[in-house]
């Protein structure tokens, strides 16, 4: 009988699917490291729990809507100081003008996404797969270094996992592997801890935010800025 239902769920879901919902949370978190060295995010971003990725866009929406209207609006340095000299005050406003043109928090937050509005009609799960090819980090440091990007800047090795109800923390270790020169004081002393919750699918990803921030442009390649 036992056979009889192994079978069926295999013609039903496929061994990939079976596999995946089998796989323990470390197996997972191996996974899902890979899959960002890969550059396959929206393979990674199908194991971000479903509610995660839902959560996120929920809140980055919210979040950058607002920073959207306040960059929409003229800034007025003497709105907080009335008595400031006007040549501050055109200063002030000038700087704001250019840090405005230069900043896009949209942009950064997430790969070929360009406003607030595409961000809305995208599905979770490929808003997620952007976000996580936002963080990778080739990409800015190309644009910075002038150089070529083939492999990741950072690669992760999973340590252990500890079960906690519900969820388990899987540790891992982050290897900066573009400093393993330059830094190599720095280049594997990032200890973090994945979350990870069961899901309909299997054990998921319940937090991203370990990821975040964990590619750094080495130094030495990073081109000397404009002289103005």
């Not at 090819?133 to 644009?143: F, K, Q, S, T, V």
Request: with cysteine; charged share 30%; net charge neutral.
């Amino acid at each position: 009988m036992r056979t009889h239902l192994l079978l069926a769920a295999v013609l039903l879901l496929g061994p990939a699917a079976l596999s995946a919902q089998a796989a323990p949370p470390a197996r997972v978190a191996r996974d899902f490291f890979r899959l960002l060295e890969q550059e396959r995010w929206s393979e990674a971003a199908a194991l971000v729990h479903p509610d995660r990725a839902a959560g996120e866009k929920r809140s980055r929406v919210r979040l950058l809507s607002e920073i959207e209207e306040r960059q929409a609006r003229p800034f007025d340095p003497r709105t907080m100081d009335p008595a400031m000299p006007e040549p501050v005050a055109r200063y002030l406003a000038r700087r704001d003008s250019l840090a405005r043109t230069h900043f896009d928090p949209v942009a950064d937050e997430f790969a070929r996404v360009r406003s607030v509005e595409e961000m809305r009609a995208l599905p979770a799960a490929e808003l997620m797969a952007r976000h996580l090819e936002a963080l990778d980090g080739r990409a800015g440091c190309a644009e910075l270094t002038g150089r070529s990007y083939p492999e990741p800047l950072v690669t992760r090795t999973v340590l252990g996992e500890v079960a906690e109800g519900e969820w388990v923390h899987v540790v891992f270790r982050e290897h900066h592997t573009n400093l393993r020169r330059s830094a190599p004081g720095i280049y594997a002393r990032e200890v973090k801890v994945l979350p990870l919750r069961r899901s309909p699918e299997g054990w998921r990803i319940a937090d991203v935010g370990p990821v975040r921030a964990g590619a750094v442009c080495d130094p030495v390649e990073v081109a000397a800025p404009p002289q103005t």
